[in-house]
Nanobody, 124 residues
Framework: QVQLAESGGGLVQAGGSLKLSCAAS????????VGWFRQAPGKEREFVAA????????SIAESVLGRFTISRDNAKNTVNLQMNSLKLEDTAVYYC?????????????????WGQGTQVTVSS
């Protein structure tokens, strides 16, 4: 089992920045990748970004490319999502997740473990 805990969400004005963190514990050695997804009210869960745990290579959704950056700290078992130039449409609950097998990092069903989520609200 892998336990995940997100932090760093909150209320921010459009154009501002937030940094989300995902702390992993338990069987973290089994992780192939850690991803961030988001879900806005009335919408499906959407891929945001992911990072392969061993290599550090990343995948970023086109909707946040150039504004969001994902990084990892292997020693602390933490993955961060730096969000800059936030827009109203970035408002959502953000979830981190771990997948144990290679494949398309944008596919939510392929992730084995999920955190509880953290709310990000962008105001005008």
């Amino acid at each position: 089992q892998v336990q995940l805990a997100e932090s760093g969400g909150g209320l921010v004005q459009a154009g501002g920045s937030l940094k989300l963190s995902c702390a992993a514990s338990g069987r973290t050695f089994s992780a192939y990748a850690v991803g961030w997804f988001r879900q806005a009210p009335g919408k499906e869960r959407e891929f945001v970004a992911a990072i392969r745990w061993l290599t550090g290579t990343t995948s970023i959704a086109e909707s946040v490319l150039g504004r969001f950056t994902i990084s990892r700290d292997n020693a602390k078992n933490t993955v961060n999502l730096q969000m800059n130039s936030l827009k109203l449409e970035d408002t959502a609950v953000y979830y981190c997740a771990v997948r144990e097998t290679p494949g398309n990092l944008g596919m939510a069903p392929a992730y084995n473990y999920w955190g509880q989520g953290t709310q990000v609200t962008v105001s005008s």
